[in-house]
């Protein structure tokens, strides 16, 4: 998240938004944007109703078993399409922005015949 | 005849803990954390060099200390290994399938959450001018 932080102007000077969403309050998410520094948008889904919609819960891995999302991430265009996703095999294991911009200039050129 | 301090095992141990908890700081940056090579590398510098100290002291016991607190290093820092094996190779890898997840060309589920403010945002709301990048988080907490 924090590579995205970093290249967040070249993503940004293509018009697309970055979000983030989990399980954490607004509260949360004001005080942790803050303290590191991110710009960009953090949703708060305590419930985690979004999280399952997408299937991208990991039930009881949060604390004291409280279910929480895996890492995942998900491009998706103007017209709300899916454009290109990211599901992580291993937590460590994150997308970085230059997948995204990548995926983006892909989807931008016309589809070949 | 006093025999001369083992400094390899004092120093060995020191780097396999720090192999541990280093894991803090090198888990900032994607390329130590997507494969943690320098930690790694940290526990493998400390196994050489406690090995070297334990047989100067196993093998020269006149001449060097350590053969105690050599082993009990020894065993502390396999046992730190194994814990961070454990978690890197095993634990991390247990992420849920998301087989349902959308995939490629479909729609992408709406949804209005509050932002770090409270506001209510949709999803139509973020996808101007451009689109936009979902990122899923296991959360601060």
Redesign the interface.
Known sequence: MRSFQHRLSDLESRGIQVVAISVDTPDINRRQRQKLGYTYTFLSDPKAEVIRRYDVLHPGAGPKGADIARPAEFLIDSSGTIRWVNLTENIAVRARPEQVLKAFEEAQRPASQ | MKRKWNWPIWVGFLVAVGGLFSYEYF??F?IT??F?WANLLLFGLGALLLLIGLFRAFGRSQLYRGNVFGSIFLVISLSLFAFFAYE?FYV?????L??????????????S??????KQ?T??D????????????????
């Open positions: 888990v900032q994607p954390r997507d943690p890197i991390l890898k247990q992420v849920p998301s087989g349902q997840a959308p995939r490629i060309g479909e729609k992408a589920p709406d949804f959450l509050p932002d770090q403010n409270g945002v999803l139509a973020l996808l101007s001018p451009n689109g936009a990048v979902l990122i899923f988080y296991r959360g601060f907490w």
